[in-house]
C-alpha cells in the first residue's frame, strides 16, 4: 500500500492528514466504523472530458474523493473521513457490511462508480433521495436534492451546492482546495439530521416495507445502467404470445359470464369476442 493521505491537500496542516504506509494504520478508522450503527457515504467524481462526472464506464472518469463517515446516534457526534479514492478497497468490509446502515444522497451514483472502478458493490443502502421520494409522492413541485432536505428536516441547514461546479472542471494537477474539502464533508454531516427525519415518517406511514424494497433495487437499476439489458428476440416473441393467448382466454371467458347474465336477465343481445 502506497503512503497516501486521508485529506488529499497541500494547504491542510499536518495534524489535519494521516499518512497512510499500510493496512495497520488505517485499523482505528476502522474501529471506529465498526462500532457505528450509521455510516454516511458520498464521492466527488469528474474527469477529463464533459460528463465523466457521472459516466462510470468512461475510461477517463474516476473518483476524485470519497467521503466516509460515522454517526453517533446517542451521543450526537458525526466523524467524517475525506479518503483518496485508492484507500476505498481497504474499507469493504465496512462498506459492505450488512449489520450497519450506509446512509447516502442518490446513493445509486456511488454503487456503479464503486462497482465499476474497484469493482465491488455497496450494501445495506438507506437513500435519502428515494425515501423523500416515497414520502412526497403525488406533490407536484417537490424537490428532493440534499440543498432541499437539509433545509425540510431539522436543524433546518441553509446550504449551498455551488462548490460542486470546482470539481465538475478538476482536472489532474489541479489542487483541492480547502472549501472543496469543506463541501464534501458537509455533505456526509448532512445525510445524518435528514435520516433521522425521515425515518419516523416511514414508520408513521407503514412505507419501510416499501423503502427496503426500493433500496434493494438500488443495485439491480445500477447494473441494468451500467451493463444494458440483453433481450433475446426470440424469448420475447414467445412471451407475447403466451400473454397474448392469456388475454384472449380472459376476454373468452369474461364475455361468457357477460352474457350469462344477459340470459338470465332475459335479454337478448349477447357479445362475441373478436380476435385482435
Known amino acids: 500500500l502506497r503512503t497516501r493521505h486521508l485529506l488529499p491537500c ?9 499518512e497512510v504506509h499500510s493496512s495497520t494504520d488505517l485499523q482505528p478508522i476502522k474501529d471506529r466504523f465498526d462500532n457505528q450503527k450509521y455510516h454516511g457515504f458520498d464521492v466527488e467524481t469528474g474527469g477529463e472530458n464533459k460528463g465523466d462526472g457521472l459516466d462510470p464506464s468512461s475510461p477517463t472518469s474516476k473518483i476524485l474523493l470519497a467521503q466516509y463517515g ?7 457526534n458525526t466523524v467524517v473521513y475525506l479518503l483518496e479514492p485508492g484507500l476505498l478497497p481497504e474499507f469493504k468490509e465496512q462498506l459492505q457490511s450488512k449489520e450497519r446502515l450506509l446512509i447516502g444522497q ?7 462508480f464503486i462497482l465499476k ?5 455497496l450494501i445495506g443502502m438507506f437513500d435519502t433521495m428515494l425515501a423523500e421520494q416515497l414520502l412526497t409522492a403525488g406533490l407536484p413541485g417537490v424537490r428532493v436534492n440534499l440543498e432541499e432536505l437539509a433545509c425540510k428536516y431539522p436543524p433546518h441547514y441553509l446550504i449551498s451546492k455551488d462548490v460542486r461546479n470546482e470539481f465538475i472542471n478538476f482536472r489532474d494537477g489541479d ?15 448532512l445525510l445524518f439530521p435528514v435520516f433521522e427525519g425521515q425515518w419516523p415518517k416511514l414508520m408513521e406511514h407503514k412505507l419501510v416495507d416499501v423503502a427496503q424494497t426500493e433500496f434493494d433495487l438500488i443495485a439491480v437499476t445500477a447494473d441494468m445502467e451500467l451493463t444494458g439489458i440483453n433481450l433475446d428476440e426470440q424469448t420475447l416473441l414467445l412471451t407475447k404470445s403466451f400473454y397474448q ?3 384472449d382466454e380472459i376476454k373468452k371467458r369474461v364475455t ?12 337478448r343481445k349477447q357479445h362475441t369476442v373478436i380476435p385482435p
Open 117 to 121: 472502478k474497484y469493482n465491488f458493490p
Open 70 to 76: 460515522t454517526y453517533d446516534q446517542d451521543g450526537g
Open 256 to 267: 361468457e359470464l357477460y352474457n350469462r347474465q344477459l340470459r338470465k336477465k332475459g335479454l
Open 106 to 112: 442518490n446513493i445509486r451514483h456511488e454503487f456503479k
Open 175 to 189: 489542487k483541492l482546495t480547502k472549501e472543496m474539502l469543506y463541501y464534501a464533508a458537509r455533505d456526509v454531516v
Open 245 to 247: 393467448g392469456r388475454q
Open 10 to 18: 497541500g494547504s491542510l496542516t499536518a495534524e489535519q492528514r494521516i
